[in-house]
């Protein structure tokens, strides 16, 4: 299996390499250049996840030895699980949800991030790189704390991340502030999920920079949803959750369903939609935006426009106007034409946005939930069926009941829900009707707790006597500045 740049198939490159180099030197992002297809499902229903996961990710990673990867995978979906079966399917009204949240760091986050540096140390190894790798995190909230957790302590690597100070949620921040670990460096930027991720692709980008490092030893790595090394981990969890289906007799085999995701930078939903091409019996990809809802335009008119403000909505992981890993989405539905999808990446760095002429995006759906609809939501369901949503699940929701009120499709669906609700106390108290007033984060969790009967995860209310350990601020101009004085390079800099 080799992969190639979106932006131009002649650069190709193995597995390893892809997941060393995060993205392409053209800008472009690695794909697959054949998509391995799934033939016996019900043969797979006999599989534990991590047999599951090493099915599926050895058809992608195939210059990694056998041996090593069924290592990494027992490592990273072992202890670290709250939940034995490392994900948990719950039905909720005639809808299944699909828990991608009892990881270390309580989002969905840690399926793929709790196995990437096993992978990246693989291939460096393989590939025989003898440099420290410095892995630059752009976060919305999740991602850096799910990477810090993952690359904390490995031996080889350093980890930076950025992360928008004023974008994330109370518990989000401390989980990333009070990170331990000499090899890891948090911070705060002034600006939002987009500046940040602009930024850390400019470093990316930045040859003479990256000259400079390579002299002193690092190169650079991405741990952010535009690696393979993420994308194809996230696969796992989707044959996985129809399996169960299967299993449980909910489904006939070859039965299609729905799959709602709650969708940001597009990595999320993007692992279904291979999951598709591979074989897997899905009816819709039903892509559920808040209210920056750039794809929602997408997918109803053949716009990407990302010419509007940015809204932080109280799914901070999901208020982003530039979602990457469309770009693959893109190369697939432009019939993998690399000088179209370079043309019109140009048009959205320079114009600000690009239109796809006459697109088939059939396999899609896209909506999104306002804010009302998310308090709603998360009430209702609470309320009703007893059941405690986040509010990046209960946009995906929401969506959902919007979709099968207009369209009449009775498909069964299945929900990811991408958080525990306890990262994001204040909201789920507020759309509960506890009042939050005047409380910290703290109090605000346990009176929630009360009421729900749900026990506050222990890696939660535990932040509140950890140590703050990283105080670093600065512009999105100063981020370079920011990673020379981490890593103590350059002159001037120190
Ligand atoms: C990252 C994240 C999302 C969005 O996922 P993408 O892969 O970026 O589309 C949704 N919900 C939560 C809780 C997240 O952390």
Redesign the pocket.
């Known amino acids: 299996m080799k992969y190639y740049s979106t932006r131009d198939k002649t650069i190709t490159i193995s597995p390893s390499e892809a997941i060393i180099q995060g993205i392409s030197k053209d800008g472009g992002l690695f794909v697959p250049k054949s998509i391995p297809q799934i033939d016996d499902l019900m043969e797979l229903t006999k599989l534990d996840y991590r047999e599951l996961a090493y099915y599926i990710m050895s058809k992608f990673f195939t210059d990694f030895d056998p041996s090593l990867l069924k290592e990494a995978i027992i490592d990273a979906y072992g202890e670290k699980f709250s939940h034995k079966g490392v994900v948990a399917v719950e039905k909720v009204k005639d809808s299944y949800i699909l828990e991608l949240f009892h990881g270390p760091t309580f989002?969905?986050?840690d399926m793929a991030l709790s196995i990437l540096p096993h992978l990246l140390r693989i291939a460096l190894k393989a590939n025989k790189v003898d440099k420290e790798v410095v892995i630059l995190t752009a976060t919305?909230?999740?991602?850096g704390k799910a990477a810090l957790e993952g690359f904390a302590n490995v031996e080889g690597v350093k980890i930076v991340v950025f992360f928008p100070e004023k974008g994330v949620s109370q518990i989000q921040k401390l989980q990333m502030l009070t990170q331990e670990g000499d090899n890891t460096f948090v911070v705060g930027i002034e600006g939002n999920f987009d500046d940040a991720q602009r930024g850390v692709k400019a470093i990316f980008n930045d040859r003479e920079f990256n000259e400079i490092l390579n002299r002193q030893g690092y190169i650079l790595s991405s741990a952010n949803?535009i690696n393979i090394g993420r994308l194809i981990p996230q696969i796992v969890y989707y044959f996985y959750g129809y399996l169960d289906l299967l299993r449980q007799g909910e489904i006939e085999l070859g039965e299609k369903v729905n799959i709602v995701?709650?969708?940001?930078?597009?990595?999320?939903?993007l692992a279904a939609y291979y999951g598709k091409k591979m074989g897997l019996p899905v009816n819709k990809l039903i892509c559920a935006s808040n209210e920056n809802n750039v794809l929602t335009d997408f997918f109803n008119r053949g716009v990407y426009d990302r010419r509007r403000k940015l809204k932080l909505t109280s799914?901070p992981?999901?208020d982003?106007l530039i979602?990457s890993?469309l770009e693959r989405l893109l190369f697939y539905i432009l019939n993998e034409d690399d000088a179209a999808v370079k043309d019109k990446m140009e048009r959205l760095n320079i114009d600000g946005y690009y239109r796809v002429q006459d697109i088939n995006i059939e396999d899609f759906y896209g909506d999104y939930s306002t804010e009302e609809e998310v308090t709603r939501a998360i009430r209702d369901v609470f309320v009703n069926y007893n059941y405690l949503m986040?509010p990046?699940t209960a946009v995906a929701y929401s969506v959902y009941d919007k979709y099968r009120l207009r369209t009449k499709d009775d498909t069964k669906t299945i929900i990811a829900a991408?958080?525990s609700p306890f990262k994001f106390g204040k909201k789920i108290a507020d759309s509960l009707g506890l009042n939050s007033l005047d409380k910290d984060e703290f109090q605000i969790l346990e009176e929630l707790g009360d009421r729900t009967g749900l026990k506050v995860p222990e890696g939660i209310s535990s932040l509140k006597d950890k140590a703050i350990r990283h105080n670093n601020y600065c512009s999105k101009e100063e981020m370079k500045d920011m990673l020379y004085k981490f890593l103590k390079v350059g002159e001037g800099h120190d």
């Open positions: 989002a969905f986050k919305s909230g999740d991602t949803s995701v709650p969708t940001g930078n597009f990595g999320n939903i799914s992981s999901m982003i979602s890993n986040d990046h991408t958080a």
